[in-house]
Nanobody, 128 residues
Framework: QVQLVESGGGLVQAGGSLRLSCAAS????????MGWFRQAPGKEREFVAS???????????NYADSVKGRFTISRDNAKNTLYLQMNSLKPEDTAVYYC??????????????????WGQGTQVTVSS
């Protein structure tokens, strides 16, 4: 079992920044992939960004096109924590942001169904 707890959400004006954190506990070594998803009211949950371990101290990142150049995902193995630095926020970034972990099959890193464990979510609201 893996437990994930997100924090760092809040209300920010357009153009502002927020940093989300996701603290993991439990059998965290069993999963190679950790990522962020978001879900806006009335919409399906969508992929934001992910990390995949390549070696014990290096990982590969993936981003949704909508956040490339604005968001940065990072992972601190020693702290078992995943981060999402969000800059130049837009009103359309408003959503509940979820942290997730699992072992995604090749080519399915952006799929919700590839992740086994999810956090409770943290609300991000961007005002115009």
């Amino acid at each position: 079992q893996v437990q994930l707890v997100e924090s760092g959400g809040g209300l920010v004006q357009a153009g502002g920044s927020l940093r989300l954190s996701c603290a993991a506990s439990g059998r965290t070594s069993s999963a190679s992939d950790m990522g962020w998803f978001r879900q806006a009211p009335g919409k399906e949950r969508e992929f934001v960004a992910s990390t995949t371990w390549i070696t014990w101290n290096a990982y590969r990142t993936n981003y949704a096109d909508s956040v490339k150049g604005r968001f940065t995902i990072s992972r601190d193995n020693a702290k078992n924590t995943l981060y999402l630095q969000m800059n130049s926020l837009k009103p359309e970034d408003t959503a509940v942001y979820y942290c997730a972990t699992g072992n995604a099959p090749a080519g399915l890193i952006m799929s919700v169904s590839s992740y086994d464990y999810w956090g409770q979510g943290t609300q991000v609201t961007v005002s115009s």
